[in-house]
Every structure is written in structure tokens, then in C-alpha cells.
């Protein structure tokens, strides 16, 4: 059974990073993408990037390039969203979502979210 | 980018009602186009793939047609637990995009 857990929420002045993990589980880790997206409270659904299985290729939003990184770590079936120079419309639930088939890849399974408050 | 339109915002039905959700791409995307259902506080949920395809574990009173810019979400046979905010979104080309909602309200 799929299962992608994300930890716990966060918060943050203006400014700083935060660091969002999601831990994988129930599959093999390096034959799926993985996706981050977003949502502001009260607001649609935001996609962010995409790292491929290998962890090499990432693709990432225009909105966000220069500030967020992907990463992954297999021996932990771990993958992490990095945002930086966090602002306050950077409040927003940050969901990892497991990506399917080709590069530009469907979403089968979601992990619980990720709540960061960005506040002085 | 490819922008998602989806119509009706919001919708009215009664338990038992059958809905049709529509999503239009600003440009041709194939069959490239996913549903996700959301509830209140809750992560989505992906109901549906590649247009048609239902996710594993999904009812099948959730269907999906189209392809190229117009498609469709069909639920039948509504129930108490199907009232939620529906997404689409497109996976033809980078960046990925959704559709900004229909939420679906009990009469």
C-alpha cells in the first residue's frame, strides 16, 4: 500500500527557508516521480516542480524557479522541498503527490500536507 | 501556460442527483487530463487519469470523457460523501496546471 508522509508544520518569519520532507513507502521509491504543489488557505491547488525517479532532472514552475529545490535521498525513500526568502503569501498547505508514466507525469497518490506559516 | 477553465464554479444537487463537471484547456492537451476530489481539510484525492481511466480503489459512479481541449466529470447517484471541491488539471506540458474548482453543495 502507497503511503507518502510528510512532517509536521511549520513556522517561519519573512525571510528564511523551510524545509518540507516526504517519506515514501509501500512501492519502489526510484521508479516514480514525485511532485510538490500547494494551497493557500481558502484557495485552488498550486503545482510547484517535479523530480524525476533518477533525482537528477527536476522541473519546476516559472513562479518559483530560484527559490525552491527538490531533492531526494533513496537510502530513505525521502524526498525533500527546499523554499527559500519565504514571504507571507508563502502560507499555504505544501502536499508531495507521487507522479506516474511519462516525464510530465500523471498523480495517483497524495501525501497529508504540510502546513508552513510564513509570520513576523 | 496551458490555463484550465472549469464551469460550473459551484454546483446544487441533491443526494441521488446525476452531475456533469466541464474543464476546457486554453490549448490542446491530448488525453492528458486528471480529476481529484477534495474534501474539507483533507489532501486530494485522484478519482481519475489520462481522461477516462478511473484510479485504482475508485467507484465506478465517476467517469470521465473527453480529449484535445473539452472534458468532462461525470458522478452518478450522488451520496453524502460525494459533496466536495472537484479539480482538474492538465499533465500534457510543463508547467502542470489545475482548474480552479467546482464545489459541489448539497441542496
Known amino acids: 500500500q502507497v503511503h507518502l508522509v510528510q512532517s509536521g508544520a511549520e513556522v517561519k518569519k519573512p525571510g528564511a527557508s523551510v524545509k518540507v520532507s516526504c517519506k515514501a513507502s509501500?512501492?519502489?521509491?526510484?521508479?516514480?516521480?514525485m511532485h510538490w504543489a500547494r494551497q493557500a488557505p481558502g484557495q485552488g491547488l498550486e503545482w510547484m516542480g517535479i523530480?524525476?525517479?533518477?533525482?537528477?532532472?527536476?522541473s519546476y514552475a516559472q513562479k518559483f524557479q530560484g527559490r525552491v529545490t527538490l531533492t531526494r535521498d533513496t537510502s530513505t525513500s525521502t524526498v525533500y522541498m527546499d523554499l527559500s526568502s519565504l514571504r507571507s503569501e508563502d502560507t499555504a498547505m505544501y502536499y508531495c503527490?507521487?507522479?506516474?508514466?511519462?516525464?510530465?507525469?500523471?498523480?495517483?497518490?497524495w501525501g497529508q500536507g504540510t502546513l508552513v506559516t510564513v509570520s513576523s | 501556460d496551458i490555463q484550465m477553465t472549469q464551469s460550473p464554479s459551484s454546483l446544487s444537487a441533491s443526494v441521488g442527483d446525476r452531475v456533469t463537471i466541464t474543464c476546457r484547456a486554453s490549448?490542446?492537451?491530448?488525453?492528458?487530463l486528471a480529476w481529484f476530489q477534495q474534501k474539507p481539510g483533507k489532501a486530494p484525492k485522484s478519482l481519475i487519469y489520462?481522461?477516462?481511466g478511473l484510479q485504482s480503489g475508485v467507484p465506478s459512479k465517476f467517469s470521465g470523457s473527453g480529449s484535445g481541449t473539452d472534458f468532462t466529470l461525470t458522478i452518478s447517484s450522488l451520496q453524502p460523501e460525494d459533496f466536495a471541491t472537484y479539480y482538474c488539471?492538465?499533465?500534457?506540458?510543463?508547467?502542470?496546471?489545475f482548474g480552479q474548482g467546482t464545489r459541489l453543495e448539497i441542496k
Open positions: 488539471q492538465q499533465y500534457n506540458s510543463f508547467p502542470i496546471t
Open positions: 523530480i524525476n525517479p533518477s533525482g537528477v532532472a527536476t
Open positions: 503527490a507521487r507522479g506516474f508514466g511519462r516525464a510530465v507525469a500523471g498523480i495517483d497518490h
Open positions: 509501500g512501492y519502489t521509491f526510484t521508479s516514480y516521480y
Open positions: 490549448q490542446g492537451i491530448s488525453k492528458y
Open positions: 489520462d481522461a477516462s
